[in-house]
């Protein structure tokens, strides 16, 4: 499926673009170097799901994402069919990313911690027809949380699971490791640039509501090299990542990195600094991937620096993932010149734009114009193009924005959708000012309207209209916090009975956290 319009200029830009796909490059990892570790699971899998931690061969890796991608095409799913994912960050989420992808499919992934309405309303809008899940997450039974879900999306056909006691009616893809035969995959017809064709589709959020975001191959892929050129992450290197998949900027900032260096990738499912220390030493990574707001912390004990480096050539990069980007400018400075430190500013779904460290260990600046990777290098390549609105708002364009909104002709009805200016300009929303001496680009503030915690964003007014719903006696108040930008404070005459409502009606558990018992700290 490729957007916008199938006229021959249209076509033209896409045929030179670049041909890669993102299953063309695990490819290519696979076939020149089969032996090589390819994925790791945390060595705590066994904590929040099911089985032990599993480590893949890229022959392995690769045997198993054909072996999803053929049960997805017996299955009756036809081309660009939109297979929605909601998985904890375990070698079977990236596998089943790839499986989809190789099916000539649209992956959805979709927040872990989404309940209920939200699954459902936004599957549904995708006219989605399968939903791959792990049987179980944490203490929750999602194997059968999946399935009451799927009874409210009419398009669903399938519910698929990893994990042990799949429910009645999923369908189980566990025996997908151990499959003894694979039946040929049928070739998947692209017209055009097959790297022009949806491949992830995402979900930001507006004042208006839920706004599904489709990036095809290309748009990922320069999304990725703009961390992987500012980090100067080298071929075949280790990379702990501590970020889900159910993003933009997770699938950017982890699993194009991965694939376009060949390398292997470690799995933390976050956040536990124990395991992430012991992840960090066995399995000698060279280049770390981490929520902006735990990197100063981590930092001062030591985990981060380069002089730690277990591998033969030690840690070389760090790379901060800041959903709230005005939080940039007051983290504290990088000390460690032994590992280079690159800033990833997060506009939500819409773009990504990276900048290591200079001189001194403070975050570097990013001017108004054009964003190359890396930064200010001969031959830098151009990822991006950042401008303030009128309104005092970041606004991008460029190879990773997308240029047309999602699905086809979105613009003409009443659903939420993205919105792209002629000129191509996308308005993240996010206030900023411009340095009228060096031109940088200062976020000031999050979009009004929206606040911003734990790496998930809600409507405020939304979450005012929620509380009318289990008693006017409840407040939600959104919170300055000096490393997440925000955090959500409730206060109710009943907390516990709040709470269990709120539960009941499959609310986002850090909406329901707010609610939680605080103890007053002795001055």
């Not at 042990?164 to 369908?171: H, I, L, N």
């Not at 999602?406 to 009805?413: D, L, M, Q, T």
């Not at 939304?462 to 407040?475: A, H, N, P």
Request: hydrophobic share 45%.
């Amino acid at each position: 499926m490729i957007l916008g319009q199938s006229s021959s200029k249209h076509m033209a830009t896409a045929a030179s673009a670049g041909r890669a796909t993102l299953d063309d490059m695990f490819r290519r990892a696979a076939a020149r170097r089969p032996r090589a570790m390819a994925l790791m699971d945390a060595p705590n899998r066994e904590t929040f799901t099911d089985g032990a931690p599993r480590q893949l061969t890229y022959a392995q890796a690769d045997r198993v994402v054909s072996a999803i991608a053929g049960r997805l095409n017996r299955m009756g799913l036809q081309t660009d069919s939109v297979v929605g994912v909601q998985m904890p960050n375990t070698v079977e989420s990236v596998l089943t990313l790839l499986g989809i992808l190789r099916a000539g499919m649209i992956a959805a992934p979709v927040p872990l911690l989404w309940r209920g309405a939200d699954v459902v309303a936004t599957l549904s809008r995708l006219g989605a027809k399968a939903l791959v899940t792990s049987t179980r997450v944490g203490a929750v039974d999602h194997g059968n949380l999946a399935m009451h879900m799927a009874a409210d999306i009419f398009p669903i056909r399938y519910v698929c699971g990893f994990g042990e006691r799949v429910p009645d009616g999923v369908v189980p893809f566990d025996d997908l490791f151990t499959i003894d035969k694979l039946d040929p995959l049928p070739g998947v017809d692209r017209a055009v640039n097959p790297a022009a064709h949806l491949a992830v589709i995402t979900w930001d959020v507006s004042t208006d509501g839920l706004v599904p975001v489709a990036r095809n191959h290309f748009e990922m892929l320069a999304a990725g090299l703009a961390v992987i050129l500012e980090g100067r992450i080298a071929q075949d290197a280790t990379i702990l990542s501590a970020l889900t998949l159910s993003s933009f900027s997770g699938i950017a900032m982890s699993i194009v990195p991965w694939l376009v260096s060949g390398g292997t990738l470690s799995l933390h499912h976050p956040f536990d600094a124990q395991v992430f220390a012991e992840q960090r030493r066995d399995h000698q990574c060279h280049t770390i991937v981490l929520p902006g707001q735990v990197v100063p912390r981590l930092a001062e004990s030591g985990l981060l620096s380069g002089r730690r480096g277990f591998g033969p050539d030690g840690l070389k990069t760090v790379v901060a993932a800041w959903r709230a980007p005005e939080r940039i400018a007051a983290s504290p400075a990088w000390r460690d010149p032994t590992a280079t430190l690159v800033d990833v500013h997060i506009f939500g779904e819409t773009a990504l734009l990276a900048a290591s460290r200079g001189a001194g260990g403070k975050p570097t600046p990013i001017s108004v114009g054009p964003v190359t990777a890396p930064r200010g290098a001969a031959g830098a390549v151009l990822v991006a193009e950042i401008q303030r609105t009128a309104a005092g708002t970041v606004a991008v364009r460029g190879p990773m924005v997308p240029r047309f909104p999602f699905p086809a002709g979105a613009e003409r009805g009443s659903a939420p959708y993205l919105k792209i200016g002629a000129d191509g300009l996308v308005d993240t929303g996010y206030t900023c000012r411009v340095d009228a001496e060096t031109q940088a680009v200062v976020v000031t503030g999050p979009p009004p309207g929206i606040v911003s915690f734990g790496g998930y964003r809600f409507v405020l007014r939304d979450l005012q209209d929620l509380l009318t719903r289990v008693g006017e006696d409840s407040t939600l108040t959104a919170l300055p916090d000096a490393l997440g930008g925000q955090r959500l404070a409730g206060t109710a005459a009943d907390r516990d009975r709040v709470r269990a409502e709120l539960t009941g009606l499959g609310i986002n558990p850090l909406i329901v956290d707010a609610f939680r018992e605080r103890r007053a700290v002795a001055s």
